[in-house]
């Protein structure tokens, strides 16, 4: 079986895998890392949408063993101290999401999204994220939270100071 | 944007942020998948590569040696350990409710009926297995077309099923044909509802983990983990009480997972026999396959008129697609649309009949709207039908038979009594959002010039009944339980609230909308409220999530237990302040004396002191609790105006949706950030029906659009933006005057959008375009019309 | 769904990536097509050699007055490669429309041209701008001119113990207009017919247009017909719109549930003479 190293989230991992399994699978069923999920066989849904080496990539059609020497960060590896990251942040605010199953790939897609363009149009951000499908919203909101997110960053860092989950003062 | 919040008034109409994202958006998610338990084995399911035919042979034997394999059986080997899966609505005296087994015995009646399962120590090995299985299975002609199926001679999805006939169905309100005489405009159409595939983005996956002496907990995707508890007991014989089902965190059901699948009882039972944890878990391909599927009708529809454009009658006749088995709903579906025919509109005449049809397919059962968006897609089409044939404005057609604001309320030909509404306001309002006149200029414009790019603007004035439903309304169209749901209220000692309901949300904020709606009428503050559901153990009472019932329903039983606690906390007060009951004054939280307002308590204190119950009044127990169940007594009428503009390439027959407006009145608004991304949310799911999605099987009846790949789930580079706005005209049918917004952007957006493709291509002698507008079928009805080739 | 077992060997050059495989063997690069048809248990490869990491197989160079584009180099590296925008920007312009961002972090140009799927984008740009093949085996390297590349549906001129290296296009840009019609029912969805030209346009005629036609038929086409219509006609649309009516001369497309033969014959007609307008700068 090949071993492979690659650090999730900030740690460092070194396993044996079979080569079939995928990187999501990895993610989720070795390491725990549930916050990525699987929604399709073909890549269409991005829900399992992570960075791979900072980049976008759809976990279901990377096998682990591609992974190898890379860096992955998931959606529960978005923000270090336990705030939000922006594009969380600005999910919360817009009711971007409502079920949230395809959540952690949009909010992925979203990022890897606003590193490439920190100030897209409505269309560069329904286009951005077409590789990802959410039967919820109707994207409207979603379009709404890459908005503010873009709006957040492009500003100072402390102009966008992460709130509590909940949008409630403390 | 994120800044300090501003505490509202009242909790009760605020755009409170839900309280459901902090774990969503972080990743600390409970999705059913997520779950993994010591010693758990994986379930596969062998599923028919054939649509019909006899099991001859199936031979698990090779798969059972496999490594990691625990169990391998098939349908004839577990045939004693269940019955048959449920249907839970006798619609009609002449309904067939063939056996419908979890794996297959004796003949196969689509491609994915199971017909083996494997257990093993991964996922991995437990996909293997199935390929080691051998079996042979005698094909049989398939049953795919409904009109085909019910003819003499054709091949019998279930033997004892003649002409593969479910049931039959007729109703008729005033007289029909007397109209048909006096018209002078009669229009017919026939119109075919699509199949659809709901694509909820969780797949479905069920885990049971064996925990005492035939004692079970169940976690499973579904919207309904009380009809799950009640249904597995019936299907497994397990006792109800044994069988605790949790509904974690559920990504979306759409009606699909309102259900009772061949794979939780599959998982149960190999739980109880193999005494270890299961887990089952949907692959996308499977869910495309084995998953509900939505509509499926054909429609023949029918209005008479007279030449000013008043409508004398409207008659309907039905043929549906049920697929191979009823599911749980499945012959239900096509009638909860029954009522829905009239739409808005007075007449004096309503005819419908209503045939359900068996075939090698997937069943059919509830999806957003169930019914009611192939009802009034008909109406609404037939509305812009005669309006083109009389030379009239669609919107004047309509405005010449809607029920006036001042006329509710009003029984409409179909029985019903719309409590209240306003299409006018709704409509002015919408028009005004959309530009309507300077749009139809633009049309004319590009009509003169011959332009390849033509415009269309469709037109969409719903109504439908959500707060499903009555019970006695429910027992009387042979519907097996109530419909009622049920909530308990408790302050706890240190002054927080526990709201449990009996509903099972996933995706519709019910922990906050639920939490605004006891906060308000406790008086106590958001943040103090907790709502607990989705867990046969924790919410023991209750029916679950779907018709846009929770609010309308669940909601009011939230009403009314907090209604409880105050009066059992007034009693206290009285008590403790020493003054007569009629004398407390509740007001933000506060209990006083009238007149006297320093001698005050807060809830807070007084769940306290009836928690120590060291002083309690004469006759009083203690706790601040309050239970109640709510039974609705008629349903609500969500209404309001959608306007869809399209632009259609007359040389590639490309739809290109342009603009949106989207103006419902649901009454009464809980939370408007919520109601509004329900209706952005079914907006799309309808113009998806409109222009994207079909569910396709070949002439062997092999499922074509199993995955994303084929079946065209939008994403959001195929959508515009939607304008919405509300009008708000309250229910007068409960305290809260809320009406329900779950399906009513699905059910409105369907015809919107077609009837602005038509209106696009009405100057090239277009008056229909087969559902979903597919660039192909568009050039087809351009051709077609035109007198071309196809 | 999972894909049956396999073995799996990273190459570290061509020459291991060739040593490592046979009949039953798959080259793996972006995996962007292939994971997804072993996932449905649609191919059973036994071996799966993995080329992303081979330097040779990755990046755009020059090479006189053409560009040689790695096969394993990803979509999202051909699109913003400064060499490619400058020499041949319809590569860019057609890639950037394939699939979706993520999907093009991980895809490749060889992949897909060597995956040869007739509703593919690049395949159709390759035989449009006469691309030549670089394809290394057992017995060393060869050169295979797009036309004789693509030899049926999913069928490449490269042999099962061979690797597809590079792929060497014309530069293309003074002079040159292009254009990508590509038309499908969603964003997502691949192209029930495309059309890619690329058009020289010369005081007031067409010089030379090069057009690949997708998916209509079992492997990409070029308009050959259109392209002579063209040649030296005058860059109006009415010209173009007459070479056009060429489009469909001996296609033979298929039927499928998006669209029937006849329907993509007159796609092929309508999109061949949008690309081409729009390529001409018209």
Sequence with gaps: MPRINVNVDGVQHEDDVEPRVLLVHYLRDRLGKTGTVVGCDTSNCGSCTVLMDGVSVKSCTVLAVQADGTEITTVQGLSADGGLHPVQQAFHDQHALQCGYCTPGMIMAAVDLLSNNPEPSDDEIRHGLEGNLCRCTGYENIVRAVRQAATAQAGSEQAEPAGSPEGVPA | MTAVEERPAREVGSARKRREDAHLITGRTQWTDNITLPGMLHVSVLRSPVAHGRIASVDVSAARGLPGVVAALSGADLADDWGSLPTAWTVSEDLKTPPHLPLATDKVRFVGDGIAVVAATSREAAVDALEAIEFDIEPLPPVLDMTEAVADGAPLVHDDVPNNRCFTYTEHHGNYSATRERAEVIVTRRFINQRLIPSAMEPRSVVVQPTGADEYTMWTSTQVPHFVQIFMALVTGIPQQNIRVIAPDVGGGFGSKLEIYAEEAITLVLAKRLGVPIKWTETRSEACQVTIHGRDLIQHAEITATRDGTVLGLKVDLIANMGAYLQLLTPSIPLLGRYMYPGIYKFEAHDLSCTGIFTNMMSTDAYRGAGRPEATFVIERMMDELAAELGMDPLEVRRKNWINHDEFPYTTVAGLEYDSGNYEAATDRALELLGYDALRQEQAARRDRGDTVQLGIGISTYTEMCGLAPSRWLGETGYVAGGWEAATVRVLPLGKVEVVSGTSPHGQAHETTFAQIAADALGVPFEDVVVIHGDTRTAPIGLDTYGSRSLAVGGMAIVEASRKVVDKARTLAAHVLECDVSDVEFSDGKFSVRGSPDAAKTIQELAFASFTAHDLPGGESPVLTGEAIFDPEVFSYPHGTHLAVVEVDTETGEVKLAKYVAVDDVGKVINPMVVEGQVHGGVVQGVAQALFEEAVYDDDGNLVTGSFVDYLVPSPADLPSITTDRTETPATTNPLGVKGVGEAGTIASTPAAVNAVVDALRPYGVNDVRMPCSPMRVWEALNQARGGAQ | ?282
């Design chain 3, 1 to 282: 769904m999972i894909p049956a077992q396999f073995e799996y060997v990273r190459a570290g050059s061509v020459d291991e990536a060739v040593s490592a495989l046979s009949e039953d063997a798959k080259v793996l690069a972006g995996g962007q097509s292939l994971i997804p048809l072993m996932r449905l248990r649609l191919a059973y490869p036994e071996v799966l050699v993995d080329v992303s990491r081979v330097e040779e197989m990755r990046g755009v160079r020059e090479e006189g007055d053409r560009l040689v584009i790695g096969a394993a180099t990803t979509h999202d590296e051909v699109l913003r490669d400064p060499l490619v925008r400058t020499h041949c920007p319809v590569i860019a312009e057609v890639t950037a429309t394939v699939a979706d961002p993520a999907v093009r972090h991980r895809g490749t140009f060889g992949g897909s041209i060597a995956h040869a799927d007739p509703a593919g984008d690049l395949p159709a740009l390759a035989l449009a701008l006469d691309a030549t093949m670089t394809i290394a085996g057992r017995g060393g390297r060869r050169e295979v001119p797009a036309a004789e590349f693509f030899v049926d549906y999913l069928q490449t001129a490269v042999a099962p113990e061979e690797v597809l290296v590079s792929v060497s296009l014309p530069k293309l840009s003074e002079g040159w207009g292009h254009r990508y019609e590509k038309f499908n029912r969603s964003a997502q969805a691949w192209a029930m017919v495309g059309a890619v030209a690329v058009v020289q346009r010369s005081n007031g005629t067409i010089g030379s247009a090069r057009i690949g036609l997708v998916n209509v038929g079992s492997t990409p086409v070029r308009a050959a017909a259109v392209e002579a219509a063209l040649a030296g006609a005058d860059a109006t649309p009415e010209a173009v719109a007459a070479a056009a009516e060429a489009a469909t001369e001996g296609l033979n497309p298929t039927t499928d549930i998006h669209a029937s033969a006849d329907y993509r014959a007159h796609l092929a007609h309508v999109l061949t003479r949008r690309a081409v307008v729009a390529a001409a700068g018209m």
